[in-house]
Each structure stands twice: as structure tokens, then as C-alpha cells.
């Protein structure tokens, strides 16, 4: 049984690789969002996690609405970023897990969800962001990520709900994986933003918080919400929370809370970082 | 409750769903195009017979010459595809909602910190 040792969420934002970038952590627009990762980078470089079970969403790199999966999984050794049309550096590849990429797409699709199951994957800002705030200096490349990828680009996206349901089903496949590697899963995007339309601009720090108390103790309260209601109450772009809902699913046993920030605004949004522990289920 | 039985509209904001995906696919497949190098120059020579390779609107075209966010909303663009536009015309998220809200970025960036903020 493979352990599943925790989670980690964090905003994806592409002014993130800018900031980085051009060194800009430590001035006084960044600094209280950078100030929210030692604690995670610290507590990965203790573990080691040997897999990265990341959920993400595409922004129009690899998928465009001729194709739109509702869930597809990366099932490749390799993984590579590429030119998403403004101008930020491309990052090293990142390395797959083929064989437990298998293993989740098999379990999942014979528990009634229906993957789209990719050999090769283009990954943007919203798998590779997260992956450069973790390991500075892009220095990422021992630790095998399998990506998860969740439309919530075009209508109808998953609800809540079902995200969590996915997140589940992830999780039992990792459980019935005959290895003792260590798996620690990522939800990114988030929190509350919405970048399109005259309502530009809305940040709702309360729900935010509120949403990541629940992430912890409670996700379940979380399904009472639909997209609608999401996009009503946080903001267009706040279905992203539906990667971080699913990634709470992953964790089937006892969860505890070992850190958190959360500093608003970075670029639109709400930015939330929260780093769990995760006893296996019995 | 499903999208098909909730219908409801979010003010400011234009849902990109089954009708928009329909009427934005040329001005998003365009934008899409500006993942690469070749497009964006391409578009960059030519603006105007670059949207109508794409098959674009009199509407959609008049909007992209014009930058105009809102209309291209609108008339079916994604956002995650307009950001791309975006970048080609050096904007960023702060440049893009302050066209959207008819604020000065300044006035958009204080809006952001009040929200972000809790007040």
C-alpha cells in the first residue's frame, strides 16, 4: 500500500514565475505571500515525498475547446511546459510516474470515472507555478508528479461534489498500489478572483477562510455549494477551488493541519496556502 | 442543481458556457494561436486579415482591433483565451480589469487590496 503522507494547496498564479523570476520575494508587495512557504518547503524536503498527485487546471496550452476532458490524468514519464503566450520562461521537464499513473487511470475509470488518459501533456502555469514555489530554482526533477487536470474553463464544469468524489476514488486507487513509496498531493488554483467582466476585481477574504476551515474538518460542507454558486459568491475563476476540494477527497484518513497563510490580493486573487498531515486509513 | 435546471445570471459576468463556446470558437481558436510565436507575429503584420482567417465576426474583428474586453466577452471569448490577447498587447490582469471597470489600473489595484482586505 502505497502511504499517502499529506497535501499541500497554493495558488498558481502566473505573476508568481514572474515574481520569482525577477527576485522580487522579498519586497513589500510579495513579501507576505512568499512568507507562507518555508514551513512547506521544509516540510517536504524532511519527508520526501517520492510522488506528487497534483491537481490543476489547464489555461489553453493542452487543451482547447475543439476537446474539452472534464478529468484527464497524465499517464508519462515525462511532462514539458511550453510558450503560453505571454512571455513567461519555460521550466524544466517534469518527471512522471508512469506506472502508478496507470494504476490510478485503471482504478478510476472501473469506479465510474471516465478519464481522459494522456501520453503526452503539455503542462502550464497551473501544474509548473506550484512546482517552482516548492522547489526554488525549479530544482523539482527527483520528485515524480502525476498531474490531474479539471476543466474549469468552459460550462459545464464538475461540480463540488463530484470533485470530491474523483479526490476519493484517487485515493483508494493509491491505497491498493502494492509499493511503499510516499505519495503527498497538491491543490492548486484559487481562491477567490474573477478576472473577467465588469466584476472584475472581487476578492472575498471571508469565504476564503472560511473555505480553507472546512478543508480541513469539514470538506463535505463544501459539496453544499455548485459552480454557480462558487462563481456567485467568490468570483468567476473561484471554481478553482474544485482542485483543492478534490485534493482533500485523496485523504481518507485523519487529517491535521500543520500550517497556513493566506494574503490578499497577489495579482487578482486570493491566494491560500495549507499544508496537511495525513494518517492512512485503517 | 443542474446547469440545465439553473439558469440563473451572475451580474458582470458573462458565463462561458455552451453558447459562448459556440459563438467564441474562431476568436478563441485565434487566440489560442498566440501560444506560438508564428500566430502572434502573423497577427502582429496583419490584424485584421489575421481574425478573418479565423472566421471572425464583424463584431468579434471591429472588438480585437478595438481591444475592447467586454465586447469580446461578449461575443464568446474565454477569458483564459483573451489573456493570451493579453499578453500580446503587453497587459497584464491589473491593465485587463481596470478596461473592464472603466477605473484607472491605480483605482483597480486599490479595489483589489480593499477587497483583499475584508472591507
Known amino acids: 500500500m502505497a502511504n499517502i503522507i499529506g497535501a499541500v494547496t497554493t495558488s498558481h498564479i502566473p505573476a508568481i514565475a514572474n515574481a520569482m523570476a525577477n527576485k522580487l520575494e522579498e519586497t513589500p508587495y510579495w513579501k507576505p505571500f512568499f512568507d507562507g512557504y518555508p514551513p512547506v518547503r521544509e516540510w517536504l524536503n524532511e519527508k520526501k515525498p517520492d510522488v506528487i498527485v497534483l491537481f490543476y487546471n489547464d489555461h489553453g496550452l493542452e487543451f482547447f475547446i475543439d476537446k474539452k476532458p472534464t478529468f484527464s490524468i497524465g499517464v508519462a514519464d515525462e511532462y514539458h511546459n511550453a510558450d503560453e503566450g505571454w512571455g513567461i520562461a519555460t521550466i524544466p521537464p517534469v518527471t512522471g510516474e508512469s506506472e502508478l499513473s496507470w494504476h490510478i487511470a485503471n482504478s478510476l475509470v472501473h469506479d465510474g470515472f471516465d478519464m481522459t488518459i494522456c501520453q503526452e501533456m503539455k503542462v502550464d502555469h497551473g501544474l509548473t507555478v506550484p512546482l517552482s514555489l516548492m522547489w526554488p530554482g525549479n530544482d523539482y526533477g527527483h520528485v515524480k508528479v502525476i498531474p490531474v487536470c479539471i476543466n474549469c474553463e468552459q460550462h459545464p464544469m464538475p461540480q463540488p461534489r463530484r470533485c470530491l468524489e474523483l479526490g476519493k476514488a484517487i485515493g483508494r486507487a493509491i491505497e491498493s498500489f502494492d509499493s511503499d513509496m510516499k505519495v503527498a498531493v497538491f491543490g492548486t488554483g484559487g481562491l477567490s478572483h474573477q478576472l473577467d467582466g465588469e466584476r472584475a476585481g472581487i476578492i472575498n477574504r471571508e469565504f476564503d477562510l472560511e473555505c480553507m476551515d472546512n478543508l480541513v474538518s469539514d470538506p463535505e460542507a463544501l459539496t453544499k455549494f455548485s459552480n454557480l454558486d462558487l462563481i456567485e459568491i467568490g468570483g468567476a475563476q473561484a471554481v478553482e477551488l474544485n482542485m483543492w476540494i478534490a485534493m482533500r477527497g485523496v485523504l481518507r484518513g485523519k487529517v491535521t493541519e500543520l500550517h497556513r497563510n493566506y494574503h490578499a490580493p497577489i495579482s487578482n486573487t486570493g491566494s491560500g496556502v495549507l499544508l496537511l498531515d495525513h494518517e492512512m486509513p485503517d | ?119
Do not use: P, W
Not at chain 2, 10 to 24: I, N, P, Q, S
Not at chain 2, 82 to 111: H, P, R, Y
Open chain 2, 1 to 119: 442543481m443542474s446547469y440545465i435546471d439553473d439558469q440563473r445570471e451572475v451580474e458582470g459576468t458573462v458565463l462561458f458556457d455552451h453558447r459562448m463556446a459556440k459563438k467564441g470558437y474562431g476568436l478563441n481558436k485565434m487566440c489560442f494561436s498566440f501560444n506560438g510565436q508564428v500566430g502572434r507575429d502573423e497577427f502582429s503584420q496583419d490584424e485584421a486579415a489575421y481574425c478573418d482567417k479565423f472566421g471572425l465576426s464583424e463584431v468579434q474583428k471591429k472588438a480585437i482591433l478595438d481591444k475592447d474586453i467586454l465586447t469580446l466577452l461578449k461575443e464568446g471569448g474565454s477569458i483564459y483565451y483573451l489573456a493570451k490577447f493579453a499578453g500580446l498587447l503587453k497587459l497584464n490582469m491589473q491593465d485587463i480589469g481596470a478596461l473592464q471597470t472603466g477605473m484607472s489600473v491605480d483605482e483597480f489595484k486599490a479595489m483589489l487590496v480593499k477587497n483583499g482586505q475584508g472591507k
